[in-house]
């Protein structure tokens, strides 16, 4: 059966003319795409999903970049410049096990890295997020900058730590993201779990700094007196953001926003503010951007963030690693052709949307016919089936399939490339991933 979750993401993917940029104009400088090698980096070969992260991988000194993406490998980026100012070299996949380090993802995310010493060994390992199962994965780190091959983290009963404890179908914690933290102050390495639905879970490690034991049981975390909440996807990272002397924590989300949630509480029991936004979220969904040229490229939709002193200026600084898919027109378009093609994405939008708003109609009808977990029970997923097989023959979705061969048929002469050669409207717009840096201003 085709899962709610699933179907809830998928609502959206229509013609949409995107806006203009919105940028977080009062802390950070404009944002700008990393590059390597003088090429700006985009994982959208791979369906972008772009996931960053920062850490020295071989040793030398200089912090460099590991960006996770939708194939659920991840790439190593050594940086050949300075601390101060890094210039990066792509020298190919992190290997782990003597193959491409590689985690299960088909939808909605990229593998997100996050380094720390679980064993206590003084080699960095990393963990990574996955989509199905959904489930926290362990890279051990080995001697040279290697890493062994990865195992699925478990509580102490055995059980595989994920942010739906006792699931009732397979898919609830699909696409959960992990970070390591010292919750409590005691010396080893407890998890945060960023919810698919955007709320945040805690996971204590009952254990000791070398030999890690997780409870088997989640708390929830709260923000300004209740659960912490982001747009979806809650991507969380673990940082001192105003430099107070308690980390706090920051978390992308799936329409692109970032939000910080400042920790007012010690370092053996920390509370939190309510969320404060940093990025505000990308104008549009995402899919299907119309963008003329290079200076309109904005940061999408599905942000997965790091925090550093990117240029070693005792200020933390943004690493946003995103997803779109934009139209890549042809460059010799006349006003004219723009204006229509800007018109016939405008007849299109109306058509997809009256479909897509039943959709999110029935979504929205089936969480109040069935809150919390019993959206998850048999009953639940038995009537959506069945609901979204009726819903998929109305007229709305007759007059979509038959709108959407002729769209491609009209759009297909203005475009000088497209993401895949079928005769679907999903077929045109071609994916990206980037790694956007955001400085923050002196």
Same mark, same amino acid.
Request: proline share 4%; net charge negative.
């Given at each position: 059966?085709?899962?709610?979750?699933?179907?809830?993401?998928?609502?959206?993917?229509?013609?949409?003319?995107?806006?203009?940029?919105?940028?977080?104009?009062? /802390? +950070?400088?404009?944002?700008?795409?990393?590059?390597?090698?003088?090429?700006?980096?985009?994982?959208?070969?791979?369906?972008?999903?772009?996931?960053?992260? &920062?850490?020295?991988?071989?040793?030398?000194? /200089?912090?460099?970049?590991?960006?996770?993406?939708?194939?659920?490998?991840?790439?190593?980026?050594?940086?050949?410049?300075?601390?101060?100012?890094?210039?990066?070299?792509?020298?190919?996949?992190?290997?782990?096990? !003597?193959?491409?380090?590689?985690?299960?993802?088909?939808?909605?995310?990229?593998?997100?890295?996050? +380094?720390?010493?679980?064993?206590?060994?003084?080699?960095?390992?990393?963990?990574?997020?996955? %989509?199905?199962?959904?489930?926290? $994965? %362990? $890279?051990?780190?080995?001697?040279? @900058?290697?890493?062994?091959?990865?195992?699925?983290?478990?509580?102490?009963? !055995?059980?595989?730590?994920?942010?739906?404890?006792?699931?009732?179908?397979?898919?609830?914690?699909?696409?959960?993201? %992990?970070?390591?933290?010292?919750?409590?102050?005691?010396?080893?390495?407890?998890?945060?779990?960023?919810?698919?639905?955007? @709320?945040?879970?805690?996971?204590?490690?009952?254990?000791?700094?070398?030999?890690?034991?997780?409870?088997?049981?989640?708390?929830?975390?709260?923000? !300004?007196?209740?659960?912490?909440?982001?747009?979806? @996807?809650?991507?969380?990272? &673990?940082?001192?953001?105003?430099?107070?002397? *308690?980390?706090?924590?920051?978390?992308?989300?799936?329409?692109?926003?970032?939000?910080?949630?400042?920790?007012?509480?010690?370092?053996?029991?920390?509370?939190?503010?309510?969320?404060?936004?940093?990025?505000?979220?990308?104008?549009?969904?995402?899919?299907?951007?119309?963008?003329?040229?290079?200076?309109? &490229?904005?940061?999408? &939709?599905?942000?997965?963030?790091?925090?550093?002193?990117?240029?070693?200026?005792?200020?933390?600084?943004?690493?946003?690693?995103? +997803?779109?898919?934009?139209?890549?027109?042809?460059?010799?378009?006349?006003?004219?052709?723009?204006?229509?093609?800007?018109?016939?994405?405008?007849?299109?939008?109306?058509?997809?949307?009256?479909?897509?708003?039943?959709?999110?109609?029935?979504?929205?009808?089936?969480?109040?016919?069935?809150?919390?977990?019993?959206? $998850?029970?048999?009953?639940?997923?038995?009537?959506?089936?069945?609901?979204?097989?009726?819903?998929?023959?109305?007229?709305?979705?007759?007059?979509?399939?038959?709108?959407?061969?002729?769209?491609?048929?009209?759009?297909?002469?203005?475009?000088?490339?497209?993401?895949?050669?079928?005769?679907?409207?999903?077929?045109?717009?071609?994916? @990206?991933?980037?790694?956007? *840096?955001?400085?923050?201003?002196?």
């Amino acid at each position: 059966m085709t899962s709610l979750r699933l179907l809830s993401l998928c609502a959206c993917c229509y013609y949409l003319i995107s806006s203009g940029p919105t940028f977080a104009d009062d /802390l +950070f400088e404009k944002p700008v795409r990393l590059k390597a090698e003088g090429t700006i980096m985009d994982t959208g070969a791979a369906w972008g999903h772009s996931s960053p992260c &920062i850490e020295d991988l071989d040793g030398d000194g /200089l912090k460099d970049l590991m960006v996770g993406d939708f194939s659920g490998t991840f790439q190593f980026y050594k940086n050949v410049g300075r601390s101060d100012a890094p210039s990066y070299k792509d020298v190919g996949k992190v290997q782990a096990g !003597g193959k491409d380090a590689k985690v299960n993802i088909y939808c909605c995310v990229g593998g997100q890295p996050r +380094f720390v010493d679980l064993d206590d060994d003084g080699i960095r390992d990393f963990i990574s997020s996955s %989509y199905d199962p959904g489930t926290c $994965f %362990y $890279f051990r780190g080995l001697p040279d @900058h290697k890493f062994a091959a990865p195992v699925e983290l478990k509580d102490k009963a !055995g059980v595989p730590v994920r942010s739906s404890v006792k699931q009732k179908q397979d898919y609830q914690s699909f696409g959960s993201f %992990y970070t390591p933290v010292d919750w409590d102050a005691d010396g080893d390495f407890d998890l945060l779990i960023g919810c698919f639905d955007g @709320h945040l879970k805690l996971r204590l490690n009952e254990g000791d700094a070398k030999k890690y034991a997780f409870a088997e049981e989640n708390q929830t975390v709260d923000a !300004g007196g209740k659960p912490l909440e982001v747009e979806n @996807h809650c991507c969380p990272v &673990i940082a001192d953001w105003d430099q107070d002397g *308690l980390w706090d924590i920051l978390a992308g989300s799936d329409k692109g926003s970032v939000t910080w949630f400042r920790n007012i509480g010690s370092k053996t029991a920390p509370q939190f503010e309510e969320g404060k936004t940093l990025i505000p979220q990308h104008a549009g969904n995402g899919y299907n951007q119309v963008v003329w040229n290079e200076d309109e &490229i904005v940061p999408g &939709i599905r942000a997965q963030i790091e925090v550093v002193d990117y240029n070693q200026d005792g200020k933390l600084d943004l690493i946003l690693g995103d +997803f779109n898919t934009s139209y890549d027109f042809r460059k010799d378009l006349t006003k004219q052709e723009k204006k229509e093609v800007e018109t016939m994405l405008s007849e299109s939008e109306k058509i997809g949307n009256a479909y897509s708003n039943q959709i999110e109609a029935l979504r929205e009808d089936f969480k109040k016919r069935y809150p919390g977990d019993k959206l $998850f029970s048999e009953k639940a997923t038995k009537e959506w089936s069945e609901e979204y097989k009726a819903l998929k023959d109305s007229p709305e979705a007759k007059a979509f399939e038959k709108h959407d061969a002729e769209f491609v048929k009209q759009l297909k002469p203005f475009l000088a490339s497209t993401h895949r050669k079928g005769n679907r409207s999903f077929d045109l717009a071609k994916p @990206h991933g980037y790694v956007w *840096l955001y400085l923050r201003k002196s």
